[in-house]
């Protein structure tokens, strides 16, 4: 059974950072592409970084230059380090994990900027 941990949400001030971490289990984790999602209320689940499982990155235009995606293949974990945190990033942040055609989910942490 595949399983997707997120943790590292909260409030924070604009201007701040948070890290985010996901560990997963029931997965040969280096075969998968991971990625980090977010939803803010009211909009569609959107891209915020990628890493594919030889180690390449892909960034939504929004968060180039402040967020980064990293993985610790022995860990079974992966990591979104945002900084220069802005309101507009307020949104619950969710771990992806895809194989193939196989995609999973974890169950999402909220991240909160606001002074």
């Known amino acids: 059974q595949v399983q997707l941990v997120e943790s590292g949400g909260g409030l924070v001030q604009p201007g701040g950072s948070l890290r985010l971490s996901c560990v997963a289990s029931g997965i040969i984790f280096r075969l998968y592409g991971m990625g980090w999602y977010r939803q803010a209320p009211g909009a569609q689940r959107e891209l915020v970084a990628e890493?594919?499982?030889?180690?390449?990155?892909n960034y939504a235009d929004s968060v180039k230059g402040r967020f980064t995606i990293s993985r610790d293949n022995a860990k079974n974990t992966v990591y979104l380090q945002m900084n220069s945190l802005i309101p507009e990033d307020t949104a619950v942040y969710y771990c992806?994990?895809?194989?193939?055609?196989?995609?999973?989910w974890g169950q999402g942490t909220q991240v909160s900027v606001s002074s």
């Open positions: 992806n994990a895809k194989f193939l055609r196989s995609m999973n």
């Open positions: 890493i594919a499982s030889g180690g390449t990155t």
